[in-house]
């Protein structure tokens, strides 16, 4: 099979996930988003180290995997903080960011 | 010359000072005062003694010499060390630091947010830079100096002012910084230069003053070192700053910022701008002078029309920082060290005036000239210094700041009779600003006002009698002063190309030039 | 500086200076002593109130006893050695440049001495009497002696420095004394008036100063004449023109005569010794010392007449139409200094007639003055001649002083002014028909206003307001005006029969040769008394055969004009004070909404363009999110573009 293809699935599913981190207000949503997101650049590191006959790409998809799980654990304790403070997962609710 | 680093213990002592005196807890406010004050007299002991070991006639450029490597990749040292314009204005400064100390010995009491404490130890602070802008014979240090100066400034005009004082202290520091940064830029032009003409970088002033540098160059750099001094000294049109911050500050903030501080800037165009920007110096002059005798007329004409002791004040210092600059852009010997005393003498006047108008608006509780009005009936003594500080600001003969004037005109008439001739009008404008104020505030019947107004306290009588025993010493006897800055002005104009000036009939038989 | 280095100057012989040794060694000691006076009577503050005064005065009498000893060691010396020079120390030294704290003791300086310490120290023991119930007069003492120091250190200078430091210093004097009852706020202003318009006048000095400078490279008198006759003739002129403009704010004469009545604000012996005898005549000392300059300068010379001759007639109008008697007096006074800056632009011819008559009228006018102090004194402070009348009878002492010194400033003969006008005016018709006529016009405008001050104050009927006892002054007042009056009737004799007055000034101002008239000089001197007692009989018809009315009639137009000399007050304000006024508040205002509006207004910007591009911070993480994606493409975009 084309490893190409590996390729063109990584970035449908990237589109996917960014589509999906912009358009959605639910956080939890948008952090699956993020996760496909980061999940799809994984499948392109593996389809590179595929193509180019080294294994570069999948050590550093190993990297993006640890740094997806740190980021699961802050990103859902955030998440679980904000609902229970604020009794809502909405992520347009928080914009005290701006002054 | 032995081997005492005097200049680094006369800037370090005022730091360690500071810390000592901000570690104070509450309660000993005295003591915080007391320490102060010592340290303040400590320095001025050691001052004495440094001028009594300065050569004036010595060979070399600068003297109590001090020089260890800071950051050698760019060629940076802690070099430190004075001449006769430095070892002046140091003297000045610490002159006028225990007379300030003393006269605001109460100033920072009322305040409801801040101990005495703090305000003290940045005054300690503030007087440590203002020993390193002058002592530093390294150019990153004069500006690292330069600009950590500002941050006492800036809190003790925001902590311990009074009025819009917020406003006036970001004024202050936004003006300063932006000239500051000009400087920065200037000076690492500067250091490529140096990189390309000697080699090595460096920010050594032995080797950076007179270096080669191309006159388009010159010229940029130049632009880059006059801005930021022209805001320090404050020139028209970039002073607005000074009366903000001089109407907000506490007295003994003013007198260091406007009597002491700013010359950082005057003394910057004689030891930096001239000496390594000659060519640019010579090709700006026309342009500097023009500038500096409407900062004269300009500010003696604003200074009238003010109805802020303060604001008035500050104006004339305007006026007067027109002279000092004129003096310095002369290019003739009489010029340059009448300058020189002149600045010496605007910081006396200054102090003079800054520290009487304290005692009146804490007296009073304001600033303004129509809230007084016959306070020679009730307070003889305080109008009597207030004439006083009038009578210097005016440039009274006997008073130092009239050897100043004269010689600054002097000087200044024989490279520019114009210019000259036009800031003559000075005197007259000065001598209305200051009688006009003294009317206003001391003359007439005592107003409601100023009923039960004391006279000065005999704190207030020992802070106040230096100033005029000093004002009266130079007047009378400047030679001293004249001997010491009269090589370190030919050493500065002997980078420049201009002609000197020479009298059109000499008068030949010797005897006669007396 | 030894004699054989002696500098020799003046065409017409020349004046060797030999360094001051034995008693003209003390020669400091003049200036010293009174300016110890001020210092410790200002420094000593209460302390000092019990003695004070008397110290005060104690001290300028010491200085005129040690200048009297000088003189009288200088007679000893022949006429050529009579000028010595002390230099004490070295007072701004800058390269070639150098002035020196030094005193030049000649006989111009010895006269002026003479004049300052005598008429000074008369007017110190006058003010214990007048002053004596004045809570403050231990200041008042101060700043006499201040002013005495200064005025010595004017005249015995031997710089333009030195001299410029002894005029602001009798400036200052003279400002605190006009502003001594300051309490009033019309005296404040009128000291505020006159130490500006000296300052306007000190411009010439100043530049003066740089002038000299640049073309000698030095300020000593002797650097500086010596030099004189090399130095281009545009050169003279401008110093000439520029100390005659230091000399019209000293002295009160056109344009920069305003001030002068003002300055009647001060205490009476102030009047008298600032304001009559010594610092007003300080500008003709200057033109005087500088001859060897005016020598050279025939354009200069000219404007010194001109200005000479507008005053004196100025002066002699403004006179005639006072009713305060301090102000008639002083108009008088202007009047008689124009008299001195004619003869002192006439060259040598005049310089000693300008001196001679500065030392009569020293005499006489101080005289008047502490007469007229006497009088107000005994009329409780009353100064307006229509409130006078008949006090001849009350005050015979002060009549009979007051008239001495009337007789001496009309120049009736042999009254001291008769002999020093008298010498001016031949000089004046000598050098000009018109600047004679002029002079002798002068001269009978001042009969007539002298004589009306004196019918109206001390003949006629009692016009005296209710509660008022005139009485005569104590002692101490009345001594000095005796002493006075004795002069003003025998000085002008001692000194000007037998030329000795002009003998013993001829060293330093040079001589004139004879000059030759077309009608003889008695006939002259006849035409000038006769002019005068026309002024008398005028004076007699119109103030002393009618009745004096208690209101100012409204007068005629010239009158009128006179009465608010001649509006040199509207002149000046609407000149000078209004435009300066308004460019004043016009700047100002500029300061704080130009320039001022200019930084604030970038800061206002700055502020304005942050809180705009801060809209762009929502604080939705999603656009956040956009906009990071965006730029990411744009990058990648790029990019890629960049590889194509």
């Known amino acids: ?99 | 010359m032995n081997d005492f680093p005097a200049l680094t213990t006369l800037g370090v002592l005022p730091f360690v000072g500071a810390l000592v005196v901000a570690a104070l807890p509450r309660g000993r406010e005295l003591l915080a005062k007391q320490i102060t004050l010592a340290v303040t007299l400590v320095m001025l002991a050691l001052t004495v003694a440094m001028a009594f070991a300065f050569e004036p006639n010595a060979a070399e450029p600068f003297q109590f010499v001090e020089k260890t490597p800071w950051i050698e990749q760019f060629g940076i040292s802690y070099a430190v060390g004075v001449d006769g314009i430095a070892l002046v204005l140091i003297a000045l400064a610490v002159s006028l630091a225990p007379v300030v100390i003393l006269a605001g010995w109460n100033d920072a009491d009322d305040n409801e947010q801040h101990r005495p404490q703090t305000y003290f130890a940045l005054l300690l602070a503030l007087l440590g830079c203002i020993v390193y802008v002058f002592a530093a014979t390294d150019l990153f240090l004069f500006y690292v100096a330069f600009e950590v100066m500002l941050l006492p400034v800036y809190f003790l005009i925001g902590m311990f002012g009074r009025g819009q004082r917020t406003y006036a202290a970001v004024k202050f520091l936004l003006y300063s910084l932006f000239g500051g940064l000009l400087l920065l830029a200037a000076l690492i032009g500067l250091y490529v230069i140096s990189v390309q003409e000697l080699g090595t970088g460096t920010f050594d002033w032995t080797l950076l003053a007179g270096m080669p540098i191309d006159p388009d160059t010159q010229k940029i750099l130049f632009a880059g070192f006059f801005f930021a001094f022209a805001i320090k000294a404050p020139m028209v049109p970039l002073h607005t700053w000074l009366p903000d911050a001089a109407a907000s500050a506490t007295p003994a903030t003013s007198t260091l910022l406007v009597g002491v501080l700013d010359k950082v800037a005057t003394f910057a165009m004689l030891r930096l701008v001239i000496p390594i920007f000659p060519d640019a110096s010579e090709w700006a002059a026309p342009f500097v002078v023009t500038l500096a005798v409407i900062s004269i007329i300009y500010g003696a004409l604003v200074a009238i029309g003010q109805t802020d002791m303060y604001r008035l004040i500050a104006y004339t210092s305007v006026s007067h920082f027109g002279f000092i600059i004129l003096g310095i852009f002369a290019f003739t010997e009489i010029g340059g060290s009448g300058s020189v005393v002149y600045m010496v003498a605007h910081g006396l006047s200054t102090a003079a005036l800054f520290i009487v108008a304290g005692f009146l608006v804490k007296r009073r509780g304001s600033s303004l000239i129509p809230s007084f009005g016959g306070v020679q009936r009730v307070a003889p003594i305080l109008a009597g210094f207030f004439l006083f500080g009038g009578l210097a600001s005016l440039a009274m003969p006997g008073m130092a700041s009239f050897v100043g004037e004269l010689t600054v005109l002097i000087g200044s008439y024989q490279r520019w009779p114009m210019a000259a001739a036009i800031a003559v009008i000075g005197i007259v404008l000065s001598s209305l600003y200051v009688l006009l104020m003294y009317q206003r505030v001391a003359t007439g019947p005592a107003t409601e006002n100023v009923k039960g107004m004391r006279d000065v306290s005999p704190r207030e009588l020992v802070a106040f009698a230096p100033i005029i025993a000093l004002t009266i010493a130079v007047g009378v006897f400047p030679k001293p002063v004249f001997d010491v800055v009269n090589p370190a002005i030919e050493r500065t104009y002997s980078f420049l190309h201009v002609e000197p000036v020479e009298p059109d009939v000499p008068v030949t038989d010797g005897e006669g030039t007396k | 500086m030894t004699s054989a280095a002696a500098v020799r100057w003046s065409e017409g012989g020349g004046q060797l200076i030999a360094q001051a040794t034995g008693v003209f060694s003390l020669t400091w000691l003049l200036i010293a002593l009174p300016l110890c006076g001020a210092a410790v009577l200002l420094l000593g503050g209460r302390r000092t109130n019990s003695f004070g005064p008397a110290l005060a005065t104690l001290l300028v009498g010491s200085s005129f006893v040690l200048g009297f000893v000088l003189f009288v060691q200088m007679l000893g010396q022949s006429a050529e050695e009579r000028a010595f020079d002390q230099s004490l120390f070295t007072w701004a030294p800058i390269g070639d440049f150098s002035v020196d704290v030094g005193f030049q003791l000649d006989p111009l300086s010895m006269a002026f001495v003479l004049l300052i310490t005598f008429v000074g120290g008369l007017v110190h023991v006058y003010s214990l009497g007048y002053m004596a119930d004045d809570p403050d007069k231990r200041r008042f003492f101060a700043y006499l002696n201040l002013f005495v120091a200064s005025m010595l250190l004017l005249v015995l200078a031997s710089s333009y420095v030195l001299v410029y430091v002894g005029w602001e210093g009798v400036g200052l004097a003279s400002y605190l004394l006009i502003g001594f009852w300051n309490a009033k706020p019309e005296y404040a202003t009128a000291a505020n008036k006159a130490f500006v318009m000296n300052r306007v006048g000190d411009i010439g000095m100043s530049l003066a100063i740089m002038l000299m400078v640049t073309t000698f490279g030095t300020t000593a008198f002797s650097g500086v004449f010596a030099g004189a006759s090399e130095a281009g003739s545009g050169v003279l002129l401008a110093l000439g023109l520029l100390l005659l403009l230091a000399a019209t704010g000293k002295s009160a004469q056109m344009p920069l005569q305003a001030w002068l009545g003002d300055a009647m604000a001060g205490p009476t012996p102030v009047s008298a010794l600032i304001h009559a005898a010594t610092m007003v005549t300080a500008g003709v000392y200057l033109i005087v010392r500088s001859n060897p300059i005016f020598d050279l300068s025939d354009g200069a010379r000219l404007a010194v007449v001109l200005v000479g001759v507008l005053t004196l007639l100025f002066g002699a109008f403004v006179g005639t139409a006072k009713d305060d008697i301090k102000k008639a007096l002083a108009a008088s006074t202007m009047s008689q200094i124009g008299y001195m800056v004619l003869a002192a632009g006439l060259g040598p011819a005049g310089y000693a007639f300008a001196i001679l008559h500065l030392m009569t009228h020293g005499f006489f006018k101080a005289g008047l003055f502490l007469g007229a102090g006497s009088v107000i004194h005994g009329m409780d402070g009353e100064v307006n001649m229509r409130r006078y009348g008949a006090l001849r009878k009350v005050m015979p002492i002060t009549f009979i002083t007051f008239g001495a010194g009337y007789l001496a400033i009309i120049g009736i003969p042999p009254f001291a002014g008769f002999f020093s006008k008298d010498k001016i005016i031949e000089a004046a018709l000598a050098d000009s028909i018109w600047v004679g006529i002029a002079a002798i016009l002068g001269a009978g405008i001042t009969a007539f206003y002298m004589s009306r001050v004196m019918f109206m104050t001390f003949f006629g009927e009692k016009r005296w307001a209710k509660g008022t006892h005139p009485h005569e002054s104590p002692g101490s007042m009345t001594i000095p005006m005796v002493l006075l009056a004795i002069g003003s009737v025998v000085l002008g004799a001692v000194l000007v029969i037998g030329g000795r007055f002009v003998g013993w000034l001829e060293p330093v101002v040079g001589s004139a040769e004879e000059h030759e008239l077309a009608i003889p000089l008695f006939a002259i001197t006849a035409i000038i008394v006769a002019v005068s007692l026309v002024g008398v009989a005028i004076a007699y018809a119109m103030y002393l055969r009618n009745p004096v009315p208690l209101e100012a009639p409204t007068g005629s137009v010239m009158t009128r004009a006179a009465r608010q000399d001649f509006y040199q007050d509207a002149i000046n304000e609407s000149l000078f004070m209004r435009p300066g006024q308004y460019l004043t508040r016009f700047l100002v205002f500029f300061d704080n909404r130009v320039i001022d509006g200019f930084v604030n207004g970038s800061a206002a910007l700055i502020g304005g363009g942050s809180a705009r591009l801060r809209r762009w911070q929502t604080g939705f993480v999603r656009s956040y999110a956009l906009f990071m994606l965006a730029g990411a493409v744009l990058v990648v975009g790029a990019l890629v573009l960049v590889r194509l």
């Open chain 1, 1 to 99: 099979m084309n490893p190409e293809n590996y390729l063109y699935l990584a970035t449908i599913l990237f589109a996917i996930g960014s589509v999906g981190v912009l358009v959605r207000r639910n956080a939890i949503v948008v952090f699956m988003c993020v996760e496909l997101m980061l999940n799809a650049s994984n499948l392109a590191f593996v389809s590179f180290a595929r193509l180019n006959g080294n294994i570069d790409g999948q050590i550093v998809a190993f990297f993006v995997m640890v740094v997806a799980a740190a980021e699961v654990v802050i990103g859902l304790a955030i998440i679980v903080t904000i609902f229970r403070t604020r009794r809502s997962a909405s992520v347009d609710d928080p914009n005290l960011l701006k002054l």
